[in-house]
């Protein structure tokens, strides 16, 4: 008899082995070929100016130095980055690092809701129809427009539904641990590419963990199985995460970037929340400023601003605004989601389809009536803390990106509940569930490629940079190629280059000057500028003045109304310019 039921066992196990090596595999196909078709076949572009200055940057585009420290990346990240960059450059290695992440979790959504399907006995096409709506409508619209900050928040939300996919009640101590490990591993990745856009990541992961605790593990004298497994798994991600912290506190007090981080804090309170407001002539003078250099800092002019310029602004700022009051505020965030529903309508309706899964799922519960209680506290904690979130993000800065980082983990989080939420037993009640599930999902994934699908699709083609001759950053890089003696400040419409694959064939420029570039006063801007004779620490508009400095512009002389008065203000009166040459649709100035 106890051979019998060892022989039973190892079948058990051989099965489910067996099915979640299936599992990965369809999970990894199905995604190398959406992949696939996203590169050769759809029209793709980053989302913010902010991915194409770091993919500049690991290009070597800031004085052909690639950095081994960024302020938004840590080292797991900016270390390999340098080393690719270093042995192959000329490479977009940030652009395929963003698009592994996405590759990466793209499969692990597939896998995890074919596993929580039929780990909860449900059928596995069903899962695998369900991972493929997630994938279509949660993720390949934001890898169309991709950036940084979403895609953190999707491979984050990749280690939500892993931690949910794992099998509890059948999987050994080992096999839960390394399922642990994995959604770790995304956690990890995710924080190494931005921070802070992780902590909504963080407090699902933990509503995650504890709800699998509670529900396949118990407490007390009820207790289900042991908690070594969670025990283990909560401890290594503790170390883990602690130790990220403290490798980061290492990494800027090594590398001496304690006032960099400093001066980009102060400078994001003013640009990204406060606004650039007007100055009155006290102010001005205590910093330093002219009305100039205002309007210039407006169009993100960093050059010659310190901490302590931007720290004085912010407290003028505070102390000059009015306190909104609780209805003003109010009135101020539904405004704000009123704009958003307008101007993100894809957003809106995938957010109707949360609503719909989220009714779906209390149907469900309320069919098993017993046993429920942790996926009912679970649905209730995750609507009560994504309402507080996005209530947060309302009453501060509003905007899609930031919002998705909240947006994102909820949906993943609810997707890997549908499993458990529905009923197992077969019956009519169950069978009027899947059913209103395919009706959905086939109307959303019918909508999704007859309406957004079309606009993304264009002619197969193996280029990947989808530049033309005249476009305007290839004549900006073919131009600064030509004159590598001349530092190029270019003007801050140049700075606005969302390709995901700058065409590099003929190298990569090094002396291209951004005035609206947040890395002013990194390491290798420093180095870039020395390369010119020119110190940091003296910068200031008569940068524009020097003999081996030219003003680069796309739209001619009108470009120059704004810096001109600017640096007239600061060096003089008398200071003019004159068109030297003319490039496609570029202009190079010489000002003196």
């Not at 960059?85 to 979790?105: G, N």
């Not at 991709?146 to 096999?175: E, F, H, N, P, W």
């Not at 209730?380 to 009453?395: D, F, R």
Request: with cysteine; proline share 4%; hydrophobic share 50%.
């Amino acid at each position: 008899m106890t051979n019998n039921q060892s022989t039973g066992s190892m079948r058990q196990n051989a099965a489910w082995h067996s099915r979640a090596g299936i599992s990965w595999l369809m999970s990894f196909g199905l995604s190398t070929l959406m992949f696939l078709f996203y590169l050769l076949c759809c029209h793709k572009r980053y989302a913010t100016v902010d991915d194409g200055l770091i993919t500049h940057v690991f290009m070597g585009y800031i004085g052909g130095e690639i950095p081994t420290f960024h302020v938004y990346l840590n080292a797991l990240l900016t270390y390999p980055l340098h080393w690719l960059a270093t042995a192959f450059p000329s490479v977009p290695w940030f652009t395929w690092m963003q698009l592994f992440f996405l590759w990466l979790a793209s499969a692990v959504f597939l896998h995890s809701m074919i596993r929580t399907f039929t780990n909860h006995d449900h059928p596995l096409w069903l899962g695998l129809l369900m991972g493929l709506v997630f994938c279509c409508l949660f993720v390949m619209p934001y890898a169309l427009s991709m950036t940084y900050t979403v895609t953190t928040a999707l491979i984050g939300a990749a280690g939500i539904m892993q931690m949910l996919s794992i099998d509890y009640k059948r999987a050994t101590d080992g096999a839960i641990i390394r399922g642990m490990m994995l959604s770790l591993v995304l956690i990890v990745l995710g924080y190494s590419l931005r921070q802070m856009t992780l902590l909504p990541v963080i407090a699902f992961c933990g509503l995650a963990f504890v709800y699998c605790t509670a529900e396949y593990f118990g407490f007390g004298k009820g207790a289900k199985r042991s908690l070594r497994p969670m025990v283990i798994s909560l401890v290594i991600t503790a170390v883990v995460l602690g130790s990220l912290v403290g490798l980061r506190e290492v990494e800027i007090r090594a590398k001496g970037m304690q006032d960099h981080l400093l001066w980009q804090e102060s400078r994001i309170e003013v640009m990204d929340y406060l606004g650039m407001p007007d100055l009155p002539e006290d102010v001005l003078e205590e910093i330093g400023w002219s009305q100039g250099h205002v309007k210039m800092a407006r169009k993100w002019y960093f050059i010659g601003a310190s901490t302590q310029d931007y720290e004085a602004i912010a407290s003028y700022s505070l102390a000059s605004t009015q306190p909104e009051t609780t209805a003003q505020s109010l009135q101020n965030a539904g405004a704000k989601l009123q704009a958003f529903a307008l101007s993100e309508p894809n957003t809106m309706r995938t957010a109707c389809l949360l609503m719909t899964i989220l009714a779906l799922c209390i149907i469900g519960l309320l069919m098993q009536r017993n046993g429920t209680l942790w996926r009912w506290l679970c649905l209730l904690l995750l609507v009560l803390g994504g309402s507080a979130m996005v209530g947060y993000l309302l009453l501060s800065r509003f905007v899609l990106r930031g919002a998705l980082t909240v947006y994102l983990p909820f949906a993943a989080l609810l997707f890997g509940l549908i499993g458990a939420c529905l009923p197992s037993v077969k019956g009519r009640w169950r069978s009027g569930l899947i059913g209103a599930m395919l009706v959905l999902t086939a109307a959303l994934l019918g909508e999704y490629a007859l309406v957004n699908l079309p606009s993304q699709i264009k002619r197969p083609t193996l280029n990947l940079s989808f530049t033309e001759p005249d476009d305007v950053f290839c004549a900006r890089d073919e131009y600064a190629l030509a004159h590598p003696d001349t530092l190029f400040l270019c003007d801050h419409n140049l700075v606005k280059d969302y390709r995901l694959f700058p065409a590099a064939q003929d190298g990569v420029p090094e002396n291209l000057l951004i005035w609206g570039d947040w890395n002013y006063g990194s390491g290798e801007y420093r180095e870039m500028l020395a390369s010119f004779g020119i110190e940091m620490d003296e910068i200031d508009a008569s940068i524009f003045l020097r003999d081996n400095v030219r003003f680069l512009s796309d739209t001619g002389e009108p470009s120059l109304d704004l810096p001109l008065a600017y640096i007239q203000e600061e060096c003089g009166e008398g200071i003019g310019y004159h068109l030297e040459e003319e490039y496609i649709s570029l202009y190079a100035f010489c000002i003196k």
